[in-house]
T-cell receptor
Framework: QKEVEQDPGPLSVPEGAIVSLNCTYS??????FMWYRQYSRKGPELLMY??SSGNKEDGRFTAQVDKSSKYISLFIRDSQPSDSATYLC???????????WGAGTKLIIKP | KAGVTQTPRYLIKTRGQQVTLSCSPI?????VSWYQQTPGQGLQFLFE???????NKGNFPGRFSGRQFSNSRSEMNVSTLELGDSALYLC???????????FGPGTRLTVL
């Protein structure tokens, strides 16, 4: 079993919908949680960075961490076709340790 | 600031050959990590260098090696290429620690 599980999708939703992307993990020591977005033929870019449990909002994006359930989510409000990309979650127990990555979820926003 | 650059962007090699990929991090970033990305396995960590020292290494065979120079530029080398080495190789730089990584566009390696 992988340390971080993420449904590869694809997840296809109509423009304007609220999107929910999720990852589950098995290592309770993880404290730092990140979401990266990767467009086709590009490297990943950091979207959201959270520490421990709770919510963090940045524009249309909200990252949520539930450490008791070992579950993290990324919500995208008012989704746009430009949000179509692969979203990867990543996490580690300490900033001096390598990131452990999910497989990535391919998201398609239909106009 | 200029972003992370990787050269070459595309590479075609045959089995048994060796290849060297190059990465120039963002100015001031001292940590460089390398990843292999394939559709089936996702992003797999190869190794990370900080101030010319390898701090961490992933579960890859010894055919995969790397180094970092005093100007933080990094290279990775794959010897005796196998078909399964075909992948996108990504380099990421960080100011100090792992958590805020900035990725380059990658080098797409095809092994025939």
């Amino acid at each position: 079993q992988k340390e971080v599980e993420q449904d590869p999708g694809p997840l296809s939703v109509p423009e304007g919908a609220i999107v929910s992307l999720n990852c589950t993990y098995s290592n309770s020591a993880f404290q730092y949680f990140m979401w990266y977005r990767q467009y086709s033929r590009k490297g990943p870019e950091l979207l959201m960075y959270t520490y421990s449990s709770g919510n963090k909002e940045d524009g249309r994006f909200t990252a949520q961490v539930d450490k008791s359930s070992k579950y993290i989510s990324l919500f995208i409000r008012d989704s746009q076709p430009s949000d179509s990309a692969t979203y990867l979650c990543a996490m580690n127990r300490d900033s001096n340790y390598q990131l452990i990555w999910g497989a990535g979820t391919k998201l398609i926003i239909k106009p | 600031k200029a972003g992370v650059t990787q050269t070459p962007r595309y590479l075609i090699k045959t089995r048994g050959q060796q290849v060297t990929l190059s990465c120039s991090p963002i100015s001031g970033h001292r940590s460089v990590s390398w990843y292999q990305q394939t559709p089936g396995q996702g992003l797999q960590f190869l190794f990370e260098y900080f101030s010319e020292t390898q701090r961490n290494k992933g579960n890859f065979p010894g055919r995969f090696s790397g180094r970092q120079f005093s100007n933080s530029r990094s290279e990775m080398n794959v010897s005796t290429l196998e078909l399964g080495d075909s992948a996108l190789y990504l380099c990421a730089s960080s100011p100090v620690v792992y958590n805020e990584q900035f990725f380059g566009p990658g080098t797409r390696l095809t092994v025939l």
